[in-house]
């Protein structure tokens, strides 16, 4: 079985360069399941419930979240009743939506764990807690694969927690960078890891954002209004190939288009 995870998509041009690629990857690796992470897909940050629609419509089985999945009201609702539509799962239980879901396949039961980290981001339960919650619930659920997309800041804690993960999930893919890492490979017991997938937005930002507002926000320390950036974008990810026999990984490939 082949798993696509696809980076944080930013902006309009980020939704239309995933629309543009998603279903030639797809063909390409053979996806039995895709997941692309939509906190930015909304211009101006978040995800609105257009923005989500688009990304479902391009190929995605599952949109993934962040820091910024509540940042948009219109969204809350679409949170509560839309199963495929994660958010973090440390949040407080008070929080719209969930971070856990199961794909049915047929064959077999997919979960998708959406976890968040503490590190440089706003506090909730522990990732490792939390994740420890949500791989017994998949696997209560009947789960053969389990993919976690961690959305955290710091490169020792994802790694720490792709570690703490090995041999129970299928695959740990970091998000929330926006800046795909060179360290795409299976762990020791058996779990794919990417500290992080990079993005699907425009190239030349920061974080997708116009590099200038960046630079002023950091240099000057004045609020500044950002805006998505112009110019070609690129679309990073992975695809993870899956044994639903042992629930663990045999490849994982990073590319970008
Ligand atoms: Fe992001
Ligand atoms: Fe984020």
């Not at 690629?21 to 419930?49: C, F, Q, S």
């Not at 939506?97 to 976890?115: A, E, S, Y």
């Not at 339960?125 to 053969?144: H, I, L, N």
């Amino acid at each position: 079985m082949n798993l696509l995870a696809i980076g944080d998509v930013v902006g309009a041009a980020g939704c239309d360069h995933l629309r543009a690629h998603l279903p030639a990857l797809k063909r390409h690796y053979h996806a039995d399941v895709t997941i692309v992470n939509g906190e930015n897909a909304a211009e101006g940050n978040g995800v609105t419930p257009a923005a989500a629609d688009h990304i479902f419509q391009s190929g995605a089985d599952v949109i993934t979240g962040g820091n910024h999945s509540f940042r948009r009201r219109e969204i809350y609702d679409r949170l509560e009743r839309d199963d495929f539509l994660l958010r973090p799962a440390n949040y407080p239980d008070s929080a719209p939506g969930r971070g856990l879901c199961v794909l049915d396949l047929g064959r077999c039961l997919v979960g998708v764990i959406n976890v968040m980290g503490e590190v440089y981001l706003p506090a909730t339960r522990s990732p490792f807690e939390t994740a420890d919650r949500m791989v017994a619930q998949a696997k209560e659920a009947g789960c053969r694969l389990i993919v976690v997309d961690l959305h955290a800041e710091a490169t020792s804690e994802k790694l720490a927690l792709g570690y703490y993960l090995d041999g129970r999930v299928t695959a740990v893919v970091g998000t929330h960078t926006h800046v795909p890492t060179a360290d795409a490979r299976l762990l020791p017991g058996g779990t794919a890891y990417i500290t992080d997938l990079g993005m699907c937005g425009p190239a030349e930002s920061v974080l997708g954002v116009k590099k200038e507002q960046s630079i002023a926000l950091m240099k000057d320390k004045l609020p500044v209004r950002f805006e998505t950036a112009p110019g070609p974008c690129r679309l990073d990810g992975v695809c993870v190939t899956a044994d639903p026999a042992t629930g663990l990984a045999t490849a994982i490939e990073a590319f970008s288009a």
